[in-house]
């Protein structure tokens, strides 16, 4: 007891002349000497996490991996069917809309068909393969966000204007449903969350089960680059902060529009 | 098999039928009752009040009370959960930390006794009237006691048992909470008591005395048709 | 548009909802608990509200296999990264470095405040945006911004009505849920010139509209974050409305401001994490928008904050860190579950509490954070009910903690006239034939102490009766049976 008293006070003198961020690690290393008891829990996790020592440093043993845990979470389909199935479903429950379309012509009609009956000024979209075919015979202007890398040409003002952006994904999850992007590999941060509405076009090999097996995707897909912004995004925006009563497009887009290709070829 | 009986310290000067109906139970059952009177309280007050020093030596006195009985059973949730869970806290890393664990392995609610100990939901009972079920907050969640007593009340003759919109919420009594902070505890009376009063029903059944006295406090102050009634008395009323 | 209009109208300062002087802050709770218990109207709103979320939280928990496998899956992650923080900060911070964002350290919140003044000043801002942080909360950083001639503009919806309305939050996670839609149409007419309108939809469309130009034009955006992943030097920001994306999107310069205890170790705790952040704060699945941040833009990217900045705050954390009694009140993901489930939040509304954080968890970390003796009215404000403690994702012992603090209160500052009173009370019960005089003497004189008015007793009798005291106690009726007749009580 006295022994910690003066480790205490010496540790206290110590950081009245350290910067704030060796004050607080000093802090963290003194608080952290005596152990915290490993949370109450059921059978099962306790079998898995056996490994660990008592003072609760890992033994080497990662601690309940997520393989462990995946069998406790929802599900998100053991074959592409069912992981198609889940994700329709999902994808309906969050009022979101999704086409499943043979080919990039009949994608390409329907966004025709939809700038055309809602009269849409000018669609903003990212330099992809999946996106720029999709533009073809569109009747009104286009933004394109990424084009000037050299220059910077991205315009906030132009984009606020648009009234649709379309970007491609890195994954879809059948799990909660849930689209996958990042700033580096669809256009940026702002042309997935700006525009009114928000087109994704993937195709149906970049559904993955569960948010997992995207992470995990992600991490191998960047090799240690990771883009400076990765999104899960689970339906139009939405808030329930009136009432409790859900409302879709508080911020970011009001209508979410998933548009799945078969597979492209090896 | 000989239970001794567990009677909370307000069971004992407030609701001796309690006790009383617990006993008349078990004794049907054809196992043997004792009492012995050198119990008194089991510290829950001064322990949920923090002072610990204090609620610890009548702890320790308690333990010593019940030395070497077969088996303890009490009509209370909140008392059975301060020996049976909270015993082994207050005494840890003391000499007594052995006896209290042994009394813990050894200690029950009375629902929970007759279902999981002694396996029997069927006590011969009869009640002809309309009730709803109370969970009492330290029997279902320091205990997890939540489908004995609604398997011991179904099969009871002629009753009606249906489920208020809010079995699980708290009564507001909490001990000391109750007039420390009376405001909060009315209100919490109110939305339990309303929830329950809404079922239309003739009794309220709860395992929890104090729960009782709350609940019958508020009704009673409130002019609602329902009172409680404890768990041991509806299953006292024998069929014929 | 300026993005001064919303804050500079309001006269209220955080500090109106909070004590004036901290030893007088039980007092105001207890004043402040009385009149809102009175409001039934208020009670009945909110209690509404909740309704649908304890449905959809339902139907989310079923859809897990194993929900309470999942929480300890959940707990172990925050357990392990809490524990580690000697180890997984310094490894946070050389992976979010390295990626180009730039880490502050702030031991207060004075310090924080500075801080974040300090960038604001050097980013020369005119206009900023602000989406949801309770930190920010913690540390009054809107009224720091505004006294230094900042306006900021809260984004989310529930928090720029409060914001309108110079209230802090009710809820965590639901900032205005005791706000009335007529209320709300009043708030925009009267501050953006709408008309009035019943419609939620409309309400919201006029927010968003008004916004759209803030998030424009502002060059600093300011965000809270969720979680700190160690093992990629990323954030995790989690919203429904999409603010906080066009916050850390627009704005030339990103601030993220964090409490230390956020950290976890993999990139993968997140997919237990987030499925159950949302399962237990809002009933939903998954919540609208999760995002990872590394840094600021990074090249090739078209768009995004050429800076971004990470304010680390202890403010009292490490002081919870060094008990591992409660050390794992740290692992709280503030999903506000508890606060949802708790019957003294529902009946004394989330304002009561005088500070930041609410609700059970806010019981237990506030006396850590503010001063046990000041603060521990908190603690006692509650019944033990342990249905808090049920809804924690991630299985924090919250309801017992509250009994811990009272023990601490009782062991640092305790009250003479309770110690006397438990000390009677021991004398009493050590004593059987003093245990039965004592009761056979309340029993007799019952009905007098009611008449009486003395303090307890009168306090329970003001809204509730007491049953008329039996004849006898169970000691005596057993003592009798027994004398009479061997043979069971059956016959």
Not at chain 3, 1 to 24: D, G, H, I, R
Request: net charge neutral.
């Amino acid at each position: 007891m006295e022994r910690d008293q003066g480790l205490k006070a010496s540790v206290r003198k110590a950081v009245q002349g350290m910067s704030a961020r060796d004050t607080i690690m000093a802090r963290v290393c003194e608080a952290l000497r005596l152990p915290a008891p490993m949370p109450h829990m059921k059978s099962h996790a306790l079998e898995l996490s056996a490994g660990l020592n008592a003072d609760g440093k890992s033994s080497g043993l990662t601690i309940l991996p997520l393989e462990a845990a995946t069998p406790w979470l929802p599900d998100g389909g053991d074959t592409p069917e069912e992981q198609l199935a889940l994700l329709i479903d999902n994808l309906e429950k969050l009022r979101a809309s999704v086409y499943q379309v043979p080919n990039a012509t009949v994608a390409a009609e329907i966004i025709l068909r939809l700038a055309s009956e809602r009269d849409w000024k000018q669609v903003a979209y990212h330099g992809h393969a999946l996106v720029e075919q999709l533009l073809a015979g569109l009747p009104c202007a286009t933004y394109r966000v990424d084009s000037g890398l050299e220059t910077d040409t991205f315009n906030k003002a132009t984009l606020e204007s648009c009234d649709a952006g379309i970007t491609a994904c890195e994954a879809i999850v059948s799990q909660t449903g849930s689209i996958l992007v990042s700033s580096s590999t669809c256009g940026g941060r702002s042309l997935s969350i700006l525009p009114h509405v928000h087109i994704v076009v993937a195709t149906h090999a970049q559904i993955v089960a569960t948010l997992g097996d995207a992470l995990h995707e992600a991490k191998a897909r960047h090799n240690g680059r990771m883009p400076s912004m990765l999104s899960f995004i689970t339906g139009p925006s939405r808030t329930g902060d009136i009432e409790r009563i859900l409302v879709l497009g508080a911020h970011g887009p009001k209508e979410l529009i998933l548009i799945l290709l078969p597979d492209t070829g090896p | 098999m000989n239970v001794s009986l567990f009677i909370p310290c307000f069971v004992d000067q407030m609701s001796p039928q309690v006790g009383l109906a617990v006993a008349r139970v078990l004794e049907r059952l054809g196992h043997t009752c004792e009492f012995r009177s050198g119990q008194t309280c089991c510290g829950q007050p001064s322990f949920n009040s923090g002072y610990w020093d204090e609620a610890r030596a009548v702890a320790i006195r308690a333990i010593s009370v019940f030395a070497g009985a077969e088996v303890v059973v009490g009509p209370s949730g909140s008392c059975v959960a301060m020996m049976r869970v909270f015993y082994p806290q207050l005494l840890k890393d003391t000499p007594h930390e052995t006896a209290a664990l042994d009394l813990a392995s050894r200690t029950f609610e009375f629902g929970e006794f007759l279902v999981k100990q002694l396996g029997v939901t069927d006590v011969g009972a009869r009640f002809p009237y309309r009730v709803t079920y109370h969970d009492g907050c330290h029997g279902l969640r320091e205990l997890r006691v939540k489908d004995e007593p609604r398997q011991l009340l179904e099969a009871v003759r002629d009753i009606t048992l249906v489920e208020c919109d809010e079995p699980e919420s708290c009564c507001g009594f909490g001990g000391l909470f109750s007039v420390k902070f009376p405001m909060i505890s009315t209100a919490m009376a109110e939305v339990k008591g309303g929830s329950l009063a809404r079922t239309d029903c003739d009794f309220i059944v709860s395992s929890d005395p104090s729960c009782q006295l709350q609940l019958d406090g508020w009704l009673s102050r409130n002019r609602k048709k329902p009172r409680t009634i404890h768990l041991a008395e509806v299953l006292a009323g024998f069929d014929a | 548009m300026s993005t001064k209009a919303p804050t500079t109208l309001t006269n209220a300062s955080p500090m109106v909802f909070e004590a004036k002087l901290p030893y007088l802050a039980k007092k105001k709770f207890l004043h402040d608990a009385a009149e809102h218990v009175r409001d039934t109207g208020h009670r009945e709103f909110v209690q509404k509200a909740l309704g649908g979320y304890y449905k959809s939280r339902d139907v989310q928990k079923s859809r897990f296999h194993d929900w309470e496998s999942a929480r300890d899956a959940a707990s172990l992650a925050k357990w392990s990264a809490v524990n580690r923080l000697d180890e997984l900060l310094p490894r946070f911070e050389a992976n979010f470095t390295a990626n180009g964002g730039q880490l502050h350290w702030a031991r207060d919140a004075e310090e924080a405040r500075t801080i974040i003044l300090q960038l604001v000043h050097k980013a020369k801002a005119k206009a900023i945006i602000k989406s949801k942080c309770m930190t920010s909360e913690e540390i009054h950083l809107n009224a720091a911004l505004e006294k230094d001639g900042y306006g900021v503009v809260e984004s989310d919806l529930g928090e720029f009505i409060q914001q309108l309305r110079g209230e802090p939050p009710y809820h965590f996670v639901f900032p205005c849920m005791h706000v009335r839609r007529e209320e709300i149409s009043d708030l925009f007419g009267k501050f953006l010139g709408t008309a009035p309108t019943n419609s939620p939809e409309e309400l919201t469309m006029i927010a968003r509209r008004h916004m759209r130009q803030l998030y424009v034009d502002a060059d600093v955006g300011i965000t809270g974050a969720n979680f700190l992943v160690a093992e990629t030097g990323q954030i995790s920001i989690t919203e429904n409305e999409g603010n906080a994306r066009l916050t850390a999107a627009l704005p030339r310069v990103h601030i993220s401001l964090s409490g230390i205890e956020k950290v976890i170790e993999h990139l993968d705790d997140l997919a237990v994490l987030l499925p159950m952040l949302a399962t237990a704060g809002a009933g939903q699945q998954m919540t609208c928008y999760n995002t990872l941040y590394s840094g600021p833009r990074r090249e090739g990217e078209c768009d995004g904050p050429e800076e971004m900045h990470l304010v680390l705050l202890d403010n009292s954390r490490t002081a919870i860190l060094a008990d591992p009694e409660q050390r794992d009140s740290l692992h709280c993901i503030r999903c506000g579950a508890c606060l949802n489930v708790c019957p003294i939040f529902k009946n004394v509304g989330g304002f009561t509490y005088g500070t930041t954080y609410q609700g059970p968890i806010g019981s237990v970390i506030t006396p850590h954070l503010r001063g046990l003796a000041d603060w521990n009215h908190l603690s006692g404000a509650s019944s033990l009910c342990g249905a808090c403690t049920d809804a924690c994702p991630v299985r924090i012992d919250i309801h017992h903690h509250l009994l811990r603090n009272r023990r601490n209160a009782a062991q640092t500052s305790p009250s003479l006239l309770e110690t006397i009173g438990h000390r009677l009370f021991v004398i009493v019960a050590s004593r059987p034939w003093l245990f039965a005089l004592g009761g056979w003497l309340f029993r007799r004189t019952l009905g007098l102490l009611k008449v009486m008015r003395l303090p307890l007793l009168r306090d329970w009798l003001a809204t509730r009766d007491l049953p008329p005291a039996p004849r006898q106690s169970f000691r005596a009726e057993w003592a009798k049976i027994r004398k009479t007749t061997d043979s069971p009580l059956s016959k």
